[in-house]
T-cell receptor
């Protein structure tokens, strides 16, 4: 079983609308959690990093939340733009310095 | 630019041939990772280099796969006797240090197609 599960697997949203992506993890001990954005044909790019003590962090129109007790994180995209069409990957760093990757949330923004 | 550079960007090879993929990390980055990404799938860890320490090869799927890195410079991933199942995008990433607060900086990958 994958240690990082993301949902929904894919979604289509209208330009200008908001959406929320979910990441549940079982990695333990937990060190930090990152969200990456991967455009088609490109490598992933880091959006946010969150440590155990952080509940929320924003990067422009992207806001990540973390609940370390329930081992859940979300990435909220506000006022989506066509350029937000991408795969969003949740990556958890375990205490043994091993990285666990989710399979990604595929977002398609349509005009 | 100063990002991670991978070459070639695309490679088509015949089944049974050997291929070599190259990664130029960001200067000063001590950690280097190789990942495989099959179509529609998540990233699959292959191998990790940290400075002059022995590499973590635990993700290599078979003995047909090998990788080298000299010091903190260029790395090459070699796949011998390629199979169709090896078709994927091979991503390289580097970071300032192992784990911690340092993000991975990814290259754009090498898309390998084995015919």
């Amino acid at each position: 079983k994958n240690q990082v599960e993301q949902s929904p697997q894919s979604l289509i949203i209208l330009e200008g609308k908001n959406c929320t992506l979910q990441c549940n993890y079982t990695v333990s001990p937990f060190s930090n959690l990152r969200w990456y954005k991967q455009d088609t044909g490109r490598g992933p790019v880091s959006l946010t990093i969150m440590t155990f003590s952080e509940n929320t962090k924003s990067n422009g129109r992207y806001t990540a939340t973390l609940d370390a007790d329930t081992k859940q994180s979300s990435l909220h995209i506000t006022a989506s733009q066509l350029s937000d069409s991408a795969s969003y990957i949740c990556v958890v760093l375990a205490g043994n310095n091993r990285l666990a990757f989710g399979k990604g949330n595929q977002v398609v923004v349509i005009p | 630019g100063a990002g991670v550079s991978q070459s070639p960007s695309n490679k088509v090879t015949e089944k049974g041939k050997d291929v070599e993929l190259r990664c130029d990390p960001i200067s000063g980055h001590t950690a280097l990772y190789w990942y495989r990404q099959r179509l529609g799938q998540g990233l699959e860890f292959l191998i990790y280099f940290q400075g002059n320490s022995a590499p973590d090869k635990s993700g290599l799927p078979s003995d047909r796969f090998s990788a080298e890195r000299t010091g903190e410079s260029v790395s090459t991933l070699t796949i011998q006797r390629t199979q169709q199942e090896d078709s994927a995008v091979y991503l390289c990433a580097s970071s300032l240090a192992q784990g911690g607060g340092s993000p991975l900086h990814f290259g754009n990958g090498t898309r390998l197609t084995v015919t």
